[in-house]
């Protein structure tokens, strides 16, 4: 069951930096980040 959840949280962070690369730092906000 834990393996799912890491690859899904893999999956997330591919995602996220491809979206940093693209539009730059900062344009994903992570909740809970000021």
Known sequence: MSSDKESKLKALQ???D?????????TVMK???S
């Open 14 to 16: 591919l995602t996220l």
């Open 18 to 26: 491809k979206l940093d690369k693209t539009y730059g730092k900062g």
């Open 31 to 33: 909740l809970g980040d």
